[in-house]
Structure formats: structure tokens, C-alpha cells
């Protein structure tokens, strides 16, 4: 069974940094791309970067030159460096993960950037 845990989230003031990461467990050895999304209270879920098995990424013009996505070496994890956080970075991030043709998603872990 695919499990994904996110962790890493919390409390910073305007201008901090967050580190997320999310865990697979399961059909580790079939992962393909992963990502993050969020959503803000009262919005729609919204992408915010995505990268392949590669490692190729892709960002939201929204975070674009704050966030960082990257993957560990076992390929199993995959993390966001938050920098420069605003207020408007506050939501609630999800994980999501490719494997084998299903998209499967994690708990999702709260961040909170205070003005």
C-alpha cells in the first residue's frame, strides 16, 4: 500500500524559511514524477512545482526564485525549500506522487507565514 507523510510545516514570520518533506513508502522502485501543490482556505488546490525521475523541475510563477524542489538520493522523498515566505504562501501543502499510472497524495502539512 503507497503512503505518502508529509512533514515540515508550521509557524514562520514574513521573509522565513520552511523545509517540507514528504516520505513514499510502498512501490517505491515505480515512482516517477512528484510534486507539491497547495491550497489555501476558501481556494482551489493549486500546483506549485513539480520533478520528473530525472530530476527536472518545474516551478509557479508564484513561488518561482523562492521555492526549491528536489528529491533524495533514494528517490522515495522529495522536499520544498520555502525562502522569502509572504503571507500569501500560507495553505495547506500537499504531496503528490506518480506511480505506475495512479497519482497519490499525501495528509498535507499546514504552513502558517505571519505579516
Known amino acids: 500500500q503507497v503512503q505518502l507523510v508529509e512533514s515540515g510545516g508550521g509557524l514562520v514570520q514574513a521573509g522565513g524559511s520552511l523545509r517540507l518533506s514528504c516520505v513514499v513508502s510502498?512501490?517505491?522502485?515505480?515512482?516517477?514524477?512528484m510534486g507539491w501543490y497547495r491550497q489555501a482556505p476558501g481556494k482551489q488546490r493549486e500546483w506549485v512545482a513539480s520533478?520528473?525521475?530525472?530530476?527536472?523541475?518545474n516551478y509557479a510563477d508564484s513561488i518561482k526564485g523562492r521555492f526549491t524542489i528536489s528529491r533524495g538520493n533514494a528517490k522515495n522523498t522529495v522536499y520544498l525549500q520555502m525562502n522569502s515566505l509572504k503571507p500569501e504562501d500560507t495553505a495547506v501543502y500537499y504531496c503528490?506522487?506518480?506511480?505506475?499510472?495512479?497519482?497519490?497524495w499525501g495528509q498535507g502539512t499546514q504552513v502558517t507565514v505571519s505579516s
Open positions: 510502498g512501490s517505491i522502485f515505480s515512482i516517477g514524477a
Open positions: 503528490n506522487a506518480g506511480i505506475l499510472s495512479t497519482f497519490y
Open positions: 520533478i520528473t525521475s530525472g530530476g527536472s523541475t
